[in-house]
């Protein structure tokens, strides 16, 4: 690294002050990494550099030698394209992120990617960002954690959780639908300790934001509930200093601070334009730069000493602010050691003692239950041990069975709603309710949910319907990016939704949740699997999507089973008799009873059948090969594999010489018995199948056009909402 005082070589202050020495700095690095990389977006670290600096160097609580700090504040620069000055932030206050990796920006390796990535090894990054909007909703979710953890931990003298949540959005932040719904929330939650710098440069990727963005987005903001304050030159430290001193001010509202700043700040020839959003400036265009910055032209990566020394008291500040916390901590513990040492606790991601003690069970007389509404008491039973669980739905609490009753619904401090209000769940209220009403809001919910994740001390989840998934599908696939430890709930999980028809009942969704890296996807098959599926929610690292049906279903008889059950992915539910199976029959969720009630038809025919539910694949995939070829040995090479959705995917476990029984067309509105029926999941269809495999056509065809027990899994008698 190329580090001289301020006027060594004569050109490189050029008689600035010490502010505007670290603002260039910052802006210079940027636009020679992304020159370095001949890949990028230079105009936005150049045209927020100003804010950031003001924010990192005398307002954002952080210890560069503690990046996992808890009580740091966290920043998210939800304009993810934005990287390099995230990048040039974290240099220059002393993270452990050379020069050298600025130096390999995007390359192969790096600690560097082209958009901010956490746990990639970068110190310092909260969240991965770049689709435009998940930053801006993360927040809200790292907001909500920090109020809850402080309402449940903090005593008169003993605040152990209190810091802010700041972030940098961009025009193209706020145009996504995402941060309409997460604003929308935060502004109903009076989040106070949300603070949003608006880099409000009026330029896109494509052209100025006047083609397509000419609201008022300051009354909007002012409609939503938040603090909203203009900061009319983007370079004037002194305005941008006190814009956030009095949103810090804030208790009761957000606050956006839309500070008007020049995209490409100093480029003679781009700045103001969108030719400098999204490549790089040109070796030419560089070079003026610099001159017209006052900076050396013949050496990149200059980084001027007296702006090094100025950043790096960032460690000295860092250091100070950890040792206070240290001692108030002390202290904390000293005179509430139940809950210091349940900070403790849930801050490591530990589980407390006998945490699964109270799931439910159920045997196979009892009456047939929705898995649906087995997940939701297993979910309560769990909620009783594990303080930390909170989370909610997309106002669908009594459909989706999330509700945790009497654990209080989080609003903010004084709403004047209670335990007789409609809909209410009851108990306490204010910040420590453990129900967050979301709202008919996915996108903001799956966004949310992942921010309070990444914050750290909860276990969070977000419900809805299975067909709604993919409102939330980008959340998901960066929660699963980031291996957060997160939880998608999603009901209604099929065909057999019924009456509502093919808008709501998914079809292509359990595919498309599969091919998400890193996401475990969980479809249990009655009520006991249920239970276990939240089990494995709960204690497993990373991301799960649980999928569970509306319908009523039968409690499986697991008598003959001695098999581990949800945890391995797949069990052998039933064997053939003998222990040699001709067929094996393969099923998840609903459709496993119909492979048990098969299995008694081909016995009857003579056919020996092993039932094998398949509530995971991911979590099956993931055991050694000896499990996986026991439970589908290799040599047994006739299998049927159904699920009420789509086939794709199914034919690894089916095999070559096998069948799959799915659905590869849009659902109909009519009962849901009758659907299923319809389309052929039935248990004739199932027992026609082996029979086919097994050369036994005749036979084959009669079971399919009406032999015994052709319908579906009984369902009982509906509940009372949708």
């Not at 206070?324 to 490591?348: C, K, S, T, V």
């Not at 990444?454 to 276990?459: D, L, N, S, T």
Request: proline residues 6%; negative net charge; glycine residues 14%.
């Amino acid at each position: 690294m190329n580090q001289a005082g301020p006027r060594d070589g004569g050109e490189t202050a050029g008689g600035k002050s010490l502010d505007e020495l670290c603002i260039d700095t910052l802006r210079v690095l940027a636009i020679d990494a992304v020159q370095e990389a001949n890949s990028g977006h230079p105009g936005l670290p150049m045209g927020a550099a100003t804010m950031a600096y003001v924010l990192w160097t005398r307002f954002l609580k952080y210890n560069p030698r503690d990046p996992l700090w808890p009580d740091r504040d966290r920043f998210v620069l939800s304009a993810g394209h934005g990287s390099m000055l995230l990048y040039a932030l974290l240099h220059l206050t002393g993270y452990d992120l050379p020069l050298g990796e600025i130096e390999r920006f995007r390359r192969w390796g790096s600690r560097t990617p082209g958009h901010p990535e956490r746990g990639h090894h970068t110190p310092g990054v909260e969240l991965s960002t770049g689709p435009l909007g998940q930053g801006f909703a993360n927040g809200v979710g790292l907001a909500i954690a920090e109020s809850w953890l402080a309402a449940r931990f903090n005593r008169p003298g003993h605040a152990i959780v209190d810091h802010h949540t700041y972030a940098l959005v961009s025009d193209g932040d706020l145009m996504e639908g995402i941060t309409h719904e997460a604003a929308s929330l935060a502004g109903h939650l009076r989040l106070g300790k949300l603070i949003y710098l608006y880099d409000q440069n009026r330029v896109t990727l494509a052209g100025v934001t006047d083609l397509s963005f000419t609201e008022d987005v300051a009354g909007r903001f002012d409609a939503y509930g938040w603090h909203t304050r203009h900061v009319p030159d983007g370079d004037d430290v002194g305005e941008i200093t006190r814009a956030i001193e009095e949103a810090r001010a804030e208790r009761d509202r957000p606050s956006l601070l839309l500070v008007r700043t020049r995209i490409g700040r100093g480029s003679p020839k781009k700045e103001g334009t969108f030719g400098a959003h999204g490549s790089p400036l040109g070796e030419d265009e560089v070079r003026a730069t610099k001159r017209a910055l006052g900076w050396p032209t013949t050496d990149r990566f200059y980084l001027p000493g007296e702006a090094v020394r100025h950043f790096r008291e960032a460690v000295g500040r860092g250091a100070g602010a950890r040792g206070r916390w240290d001692r108030l901590a002390e202290a904390y513990a000293a005179a509430h050691p139940e809950e210091w040492a349940e900070w403790r606790r849930i801050m490591g991601g530990e589980l407390p003692e006998g945490w699964a003690g109270g799931l439910p069970s159920w045997k196979p007389e009892d009456k047939p239950v929705a898995t649906r509404t087995a997940a939701g008491q297993a979910l309560n039973a769990l909620a009783a041990r594990i303080p930390n669980i909170l989370g909610g739905s997309a106002d669908l609490n009594p459909s989706t069975s999330t509700a945790l009753k009497d654990r209080g619904d989080y609003q903010p401090p004084g709403e004047a709603v209670g335990p007789g209000t409609p809909g209410a769940v009851g108990g306490a209220w204010g910040r420590s309710g453990r129900n967050l009403h979301f709202g008919v809001r996915e996108h903001a919910m799956g966004a949310a949910v992942n921010g309070m994740a990444a914050h750290g001390g909860v276990i969070p989840y977000g419900a809805t319907f299975l067909v709604f998934s993919d409102y939330m599908k980008p959340s998901i696939r960066l929660g699963a990016l980031m291996g957060l430890h997160a939880v998608y709930v999603f009901t209604h999980d099929s065909i057999a939704v019924g009456e509502d028809g093919p808008t709501h009942e998914p079809v292509e969704q359990l595919v498309g949740l599969r091919a998400i890296p890193g996401l475990t996807v969980i479809r249990p098959a009655d009520a006991n699997e249920a239970a276990e599926a939240w089990a494995v929610a709960v204690e497993r690292d990373g991301p799960i999507a649980l999928a569970l049906s509306r319908q009523n279903l039968p409690i499986l008889d697991r008598a003959d089973s001695r098999e581990p059950g949800v945890r391995r992915g797949a069990y052998i539910l039933a064997e053939a008799a003998g222990g040699r199976p001709e067929v094996i029959l393969i099923g998840s969720g609903s459709e496993v009873f119909l492979c048990m009630k098969a299995r008694e038809r081909l016995a009857a025919l003579g056919v020996a059948a092993r039932v094998i539910s398949m509530p995971s694949w991911e979590l099956f995939d993931a055991q050694d090969a000896a499990y996986r070829d026991r439970v589908l040995p290799p040599a047994v090479r006739k299998r049927v594999a159904i699920e009420a959705g789509s086939p794709i995917g199914w034919e690894r476990y089916a095999g070559s010489e096998g069948a799959v029984i799915g659905i590869d067309r849009f659902g109909a509105s009519a009962p849901g018995e009758e659907v299923m029926e319809r389309f052929g999941f039935t248990v004739g269809r199932v027992t026609a199948e082996a029979l086919r495999l097994l050369g036994r056509r005749d036979e084959a065809a009669k079971e399919e056009a009406g032999g015994e027990e052709t319908a579906v899994a009984p369902t009982g008698p509906r509940e009372g909402h949708s």
